[in-house]
């Protein structure tokens, strides 16, 4: 691209005002379209009534080639909402507590400059996006997109629990207190579900998780074959019966996904255990998955809760998203 080229195109900065130094954001994004020769910077606000969808639709409407989000996994899931299937790329200046996807992209989650950086002279990667599509308890159907994850049950009851004013103090680790707090009152409950248009299949559980990626905050590889481009989505059903099945699940996704798959030795210990996991964490793999509860239970996307549904369909839009990551 020519210097003629990059100076007639310009980016936009969609970002949350609670979770951003707006300052120091302008001063950076600033200096880096500078030094890559952008057009000059367009600015929206995110709010209550548009937690950045809107501001998007703004951006794309003005001929952004780029939207920078600058919030929290809120944030950066409504932006790329606005802009599946647009072609139009989307940078990420982590500012929230979970900073989901910028975790699975490799992005730096403490420096400013590095991501506005990346933002205008990284590359281009496209990833698929998770759709969801749920029917409320009132019967309205519905219609999101999720980047990372998303829940049924216990996982959803955690966020609902987690407190804002602790993950202001402690960051990601409130949801261990969200845990603490939904956990005495999570009960199992049945649901019918059917993957890749097979056959539906009856069970009771405690939550169910449908991944677009795996890595979690603390580096916990929860479902470790999860990836961002395959265009499938990795699920896992969760069937713990008391404490020991709760630690048996902690004990998969940390030491077994964490350590023990990094080697040969490690993953043939975990094949001797694979009969007593598979009994309390089953994982799948396919482009979409249904679910209809018995009764209606929390869901999830992206560490954000949507209240309570009765059916879902979630599928992988593939290649849907355009995304900035470190150039090589």
């Known amino acids: 691209m020519t210097a003629s080229e990059r100076r007639n195109q310009h980016a936009a900065v969609v970002y949350n005002p609670v979770k951003v130094d707006l300052a120091k954001l302008r001063a950076s994004v600033a ?22 969808q809107a501001a998007t639709k703004q951006a794309l409407d003005g001929g952004a080639s780029m939207v920078v989000s600058a919030g929290g996994d809120g944030t950066v899931r409504a932006v790329a909402e606005a802009l599946r299937d647009s072609g139009v790329r989307m940078a990420i200046v982590p500012s929230g507590t979970g900073n989901l996807l910028a975790r699975n992209l490799d992005l730096p989650l403490g420096s400013i400059d590095a991501a506005t950086a990346i933002a205008f002279s990284g590359e281009d990667k496209s990833i698929d996006l998770g759709v969801a599509s749920v029917t409320t308890e009132a019967g309205a ?7 990372v994850m998303a829940g049924v049950g216990l996982d959803a009851q955690m966020i609902a629990h987690t407190r804002d004013d602790l993950k202001k103090q402690v960051g990601w680790l409130a949801y261990v207190d969200g845990v603490a707090r939904a956990l005495p009152k999570a009960r199992p409950f049945r649901i019918r579900y059917s993957v890749a248009g097979r ?27 999860a990836r961002l481009d395959d265009g499938i989505l990795d699920i896992a059903v969760l069937q713990p019966k008391g404490v020991l099945g709760w630690l048996t699940i902690w004990r998969r996704v940390t030491w077994e996904n964490g350590v023990l798959r990094r080697s040969a030795v490690g993953r043939r210990m975990i094949q001797t255990t694979e ?16 679910i209809v509860l018995e009764h209606p239970q929390d869901f999830e996307l992206d560490g954000d809760e949507f209240g309570l ?3 879902v369909r979630l599928n992988a839009d593939a290649g849907a998203l355009i995304v ?3 150039a090589e």
């Not at 009856?202 to 074959?225: E, K, R, T, Y």
């Not at 009969?275 to 249904?290: F, H, K, P, Q, Y």
């Open 324 to 326: 900035r990551v470190p």
């Open 309 to 311: 549904v009765c059916k």
């Open 275 to 290: 009969s007593t996991n598979e009994r309390v964490m089953t994982t799948l793999r396919g482009a979409d998955i249904r």
């Open 31 to 52: 200096a880096a379209e500078q030094s890559a020769g952008w057009g000059e910077t367009q600015w929206f606000e995110t709010s209550k009534d548009d937690v950045g």
């Open 141 to 147: 159907v519905e219609e999101h997109v999720f980047l």
């Open 199 to 225: 056959t539906d299949r009856p069970a009771q559980v405690s939550a169910i998780l449908v991944a677009n990626c795996g890595l979690l905050p603390g580096n916990i590889q929860f479902l470790p074959h």
